[in-house]
Every structure is written in structure tokens, then in C-alpha cells.
DNA sequence: AAAGCAATAT
DNA sequence: AATATTGCTT
């Protein structure tokens, strides 16, 4: 059956209850996966085989809204069966490698909020059914659901924002986007799915069956048949599940993905870029590498060039062979050896590189250059109640006006919204091979990743504030904990530390960087004490400079 | 030939 | 919007 809008408006505390049908032939598997759909209040029923299942079904066939089906593929025949037979259920279904024109790619093992997350077909398929309530006020859902929901759209978008916002609460661990809502409404879209695949968390999700109710809305098109599948997932994806249009045979299935390739080929499907860069999991040691368009695959009629995708992890790379030569060395072959990408051409460093170089010099004014190049200029301003940030070095504080931010190079990003930043003293966080923010720290001052720039001689009795009412230091933390691709990067260096730590130990007299506080008297004089030193004098007064 | 830049195309 | 391409100069 499927759940109309209005079941599940009437539904007080869906999605418990779901009755879901799980077909898997391997009754180990099936006992792993009951119990885990069991705790989420599902109501689960377990079935060896497609007959069963059937039978099941037959009589009693409004006793399920969902269907996981586990089919290997000697029973792929049966699989089809189950499908035809079990019409508007919506079915999941787990398989090993190869992709039947997937609405969605679901990483095994099934973990918690994946499992957890099958409802999810179930509202998506309320609401695309023909005479849904597509016409009828969402809120009701909406407020039910506890979602958040864009006010200025219409009815058809709000539909979409309830899928979407339903489907980002769920994986609101995950980068969630204006752009990215309308192109993978259930997971994080296939290009980053695949790319983070070592993260333990992404799935594919490509979306096939609600390009009526979209119109032109740019959701993830299925465009790829077995083989892209499994050339972009297969890296390190064992098995995955496939979720399929419960109402489409496979036949049905074949001919929209055709449909889907012909709307996708304007230039928005992702899931289908033979272009795309994907690279390996550097976890696993290997290099990137730019994967060749597959011949194969739906991408045969496009001669377009690869596109590079600037990921943040190999404009890291960019970044750090760029420091490895140093901004002067850096030329486009050079940092192309240095970054040991696979497939990826001196003209797109050289694109690159101008971009890069560009920015930076578009958020180090010269007017700053000029005044912070020469400290010895005519009396250098400074100004004690502005924020210092502390990068290291330490000493190589950047100072700037609050409220002065340039505008960053990176990836779109509701983060943007998120830039008051401040008030967040003593906190340490840096990202020393990253100094260039992309999209990392969409929020952070283009300062903090500008050239690095000399406080004005920084003395005994420096003006720069040292307390931490004084300072004003970003807060990366959260984004770096939200966002996978940052939880990559995100090391406080023990070498930085250390490296920190002796410098602010060998040089005494320079203020001491965020996130180190001085000793308190007490210590020292407790310390001295110990080491047999009583003699103390009094500090001395202070004065200033 | 490679680099770098700006304008333009996709 | 991001990236590629092109055309030009160095």
C-alpha cells in the first residue's frame, strides 16, 4: 500500500508504527537487522522468501508501508516478482554490487540512521502519489514533523522542503545547503557520497522519480547505470541498497533514467559526471586521482573536459604544495608534482592557481600591505580593543577591523550566515596546512588566511591585549565537528602545539598566544619554592610604555 | 614552451 | 558559481 498525505497527517507519532517487511533470504542478516528496526519503533515482519513475502502481502496488504529487501543474486528473479507484486509498497532494496537504476545507494552495513530513515520513502511517496495532497495545506505535516520550513515558496516547493528538511534532520550531521536541497533531497548527493566514502557515513543518493513534481528543480537525476555505479562507488563500498520506485518495473525504472540523462544533460546532474573528480580516500595513503569519463557510461556523448572539482581536500593538496614551494616557486607544473594528482592537468592548477592567486591578493589590500610591511612607518596604529587573532607563529598576529570581512572563496554555504564568529577567546583552533579557507572556515576573517602580518613591534610592553576580554578569536570548532569533510583536517598538530609552546617559551617577553594562559603567581611561587628558590622579588609595578 | 593575466564560455 | 578556455603578453 502506499500511505497517502493523509495517513500521515493523521499519523500522531510517525513514523513509529511503520510496518515494515523485511525480506532477506540469510535469516543472520535479518536477525541483525530486526532488532535494530524494532528499537525504532517499527513494527517489523521478517520473511526467508519472495513467496512468503507475497502471500504476506497478498492477504494482508495494508499491513505494510515499507519493504527492505535483502536479494542476492541468484534471486534477483524473485526480487522483480516482489516488486511487481508488491506495487505501491514502497521497497528497499539491499544488494550487493550491482545498482538497478537506484533512487538511492544506501552504504551497508544498515546502520541505525539508515534503518532509522526508511520512513522517509514512505513521506516521499505520500507525497509524489498522484492525488496526494499535493493541493492541501502542508503545515499540519510540517509542524508534525517538527521541521523547519521555507515560508516563501510555493506549494510544490514546500512540499520538497518537507522531504528535504525531514531527510536533513536526519543527517544534519551532514553539509546541508540551499543548492544541495533540491539535489539530494534524502542523503548527501552521490559526488560527495562517493568522495567521502572512508567517512563511514555517506551514501549515494540519486532521485529519479519526482522529476514531474519538480519541474526544473535540480534534484540528483539517476543517470548512471551498473557500471557507474560501481566505478564511482565501488572504491570501498561493499555492498549497497538500492532503493527503487516501488510503482516502476525494472523496465519502467530503465526508461526514466533515459528520461532523466536527456533533463540532466543541461549540465546539473552530478551523480552522472564522468567528469568529476573522485579520489580515493586518503585515509587508505593513495593519491587522488581525476577519474577518466567512462566510456561506458552515460557520459559518452559529452566531450566536455574533466572538470576538476576543487574539493576541499585536493585544494588542500593544491594549498600545500603551493606553501611547500613557496609563493614565489609556485608555478603550475611545479605544484602539479608536487600534488601528485592523477589525471589532473597543469591548465587546471594554472586555472586554479589564478583564482587562489587572485583571491589573496583581493583580501590583502595593498593599503594593508603597505601599512603593516613597515612597522617602522609612520607610528603604526594600533588598536587595543580590536580583536588579535593567534595563528601561528604566535607573534604573527592579524589585526582587523570587526565587521570588515571580504568575501571568502568557497564553496556555497549557508555557513556564510554564520560569521559573528567572536567572542570565543582562548580557543586555540587552527588549521595550520589549511590557512586557505575553503569552505572550511566559510565564515572565517579573510585576514586569518591572508599573508601573514607583523604586529608593530611587539614589546615588553606590547599594546596587544593578552587577556581574553582582549580577544576575539573565531570558533571553528563546531563547523569543524559538523562538517565530514573537516573532521579530515581537523588536528590541533601536536607538533603545533609544541612548536607553540616553545616559542612562547623562548620568547617571554611576546604576548602569549590564544589558549595559553600564563602561570598563575601562585604556581610559580610554589614551583621556586620547590626548586629551593625563596629569594623573590617583588614584581614590578606596573607602568606603561 | 611555460607562465600569467583578463575576458569569456560552459 | 565555479571552473575551463581562449587569446594575448611576457
Known amino acids: 500500500m502506499i500511505c497517502s498525505a493523509d495517513d500521515l497527517l493523521e499519523w500522531k507519532d510517525f513514523p513509529k508504527g511503520l510496518r515494515v517487511l523485511l ?48 536479494v542476492s543474486t541468484s534471486s534477483q528473479q524473485d526480487c522483480f516478482k516482489f516488486l511487481e507484486s508488491a506495487e505501491d509498497l514502497p521497497t528497499i532494496i539491499s544488494k550487493g554490487h550491482e545498482c538497478l537504476g537506484a533512487a538511492e545507494f544506501l552504504q551497508k552495513p544498515l546502520s541505525e540512521d539508515k534503518l532509522r530513515n526508511i520512513w522517509q520513502h514512505v513521506v516521499h511517496k505520500a507525497f509524489n502519489a498522484k492525488d496526494s495532497a499535493l493541493s492541501k495545506p502542508v503545515k499540519p505535516f510540517n509542524d508534525m514533523l517538527q521541521l523547519q520550513q521555507e515560508t516563501n515558496e510555493d506549494e510544490d516547493k514546500k512540499l520538497m522542503g518537507i522531504e528535504i528538511s525531514a531527510y536533513n534532520s536526519e543527517f544534519d550531521h551532514e553539509q546541508s545547503t540551499v543548492s544541495d536541497k533540491f539535489q539530494a533531497p534524502s542523503t ?38 551498473n557500471s557507474v555505479a560501481e566505478t564511482t562507488c565501488d572504491n570501498s563500498v561493499e555492498e549497497v541498497s538500492v532503493m527503487v520506485d516501488p510503482s516502476l518495473t525494472p523496465k519502467e525504472v530503465a526508461v526514466k533514467e533515459e528520461n532523466s540523462v536527456e533533463r540532466s544533460r ?33 557520459g559518452r556523448k559529452t566531450n566536455r573536459k574533466i572538470k576538476v572539482d576543487w574539493t576541499p581536500e585536493l ?25 601528485k594528482v592523477e589525471g589532473l592537468t597543469r591548465h587546471n592548477v594554472a586555472s586554479h592557481l589564478q583564482k587562489y592567486r587572485m583571491h589573496r591578493r583581493h583580501i590583502v589590500p595593498k593599503d594593508d600591505d603597505r601599512r603593516w610591511q613597515h612597522p617602522r612607518g609612520p607610528t603604526p596604529r594600533v588598536y587595543p580593543h580590536k580583536p588579535i587573532m593567534a595563528y601561528p607563529p604566535y607573534h604573527t598576529n592579524h589585526s582587523f577591523t570587526p565587521n570588515q570581512f571580504y568575501p571568502v572563496w568557497g564553496h556555497p554555504s549557508n555557513h556564510h550566515s554564520s560569521m559573528q564568529m567572536w ?38 610592553c ?27 583536517d581537523f588536528h590541533p598538530a601536536e607538533e603545533l602545539i609544541d612548536k607553540v609552546v616553545r616559542e612562547a617559551v623562548s620568547k ?11 602561570p598563575s603567581t601562585e604556581s610559580v611561587l610554589s614551583e621556586l619554592h620547590r626548586q629551593g628558590i625563596c629569594n623573590i622579588p617583588p614584581p614590578p609595578t606596573h607602568h606603561q610604555c
Open 23 to 70: 525480506l532477506d533470504e540469510d535469516s543472520v542478516s535479518a536477525a541483525e537487522i530486526k532488532p535494530k528496526l524494532e528499537e525504532m519503533d517499527y513494527i517489523v515482519s521478517t520473511f526467508c522468501t519472495a513467496d512468503e513475502a507475497l502471500i504476506a502481502i497478498s492477504s494482508e496488504h495494508e499491513s505494510f508501508h515499507v519493504a527492505i529487501v535483502e
Open 188 to 225: 548527501p548527493q552521490l559526488k560527495q557520497g562517493c568522495r567521502f566514502l572512508d567517512d563511514g557515513q555517506s551514501n549515494c543518493s540519486l532521485e529519479k522519480e519526482h522529476g514531474d513534481l519538480e519541474g526544473e528543480s535540480k534534484s540528483v537525476e539517476t543517470t548512471c547505470n
Open 266 to 298: 543541461s549540465g546539473n546532474s552530478l551523480s552522472c559526471h564522468p567528469q568529476k573528480v573522485e579520489k580515493k580516500a586518503e585515509s587508505k595513503g593513495d593519491n587522488p586521482r581525476i577519474e577518466a569519463p567512462n566510456p561506458n557510461s552515460c
Open 315 to 339: 585544494h588542500k593538496r593544491f594549498v600545500q604544495a603551493v606553501e611547500q614551494l613557496g609563493v614565489d616557486q609556485a608555478i603550475p607544473s611545479r605544484i602539479l608534482d608536487l600534488m
Open 423 to 460: 567572542g570565543h577567546p582562548g580557543f586555540p583552533t587552527w588549521h595550520p596546512q589549511d590557512s586557505w579557507s575553503w569552505n572550511t572556515h566559510p565564515w572565517m576573517h579573510a585576514d586569518a588566511w591572508g599573508r601573514p602580518m607583523m604586529p608593530p613591534s611587539p614589546g615588553p
Open 462 to 488: 606590547s599594546n596587544f591585549p593578552q587577556n581574553a576580554s582582549g580577544f576575539h578569536s573565531l570558533h571553528p570548532f563546531e563547523e569543524c565537528i559538523n562538517s565530514p569533510s573537516n573532521s579530515f
Open 508 to 518: 617571554p617577553w611576546l604576548p602569549l598566544p590564544l589558549g595559553l594562559k600564563p
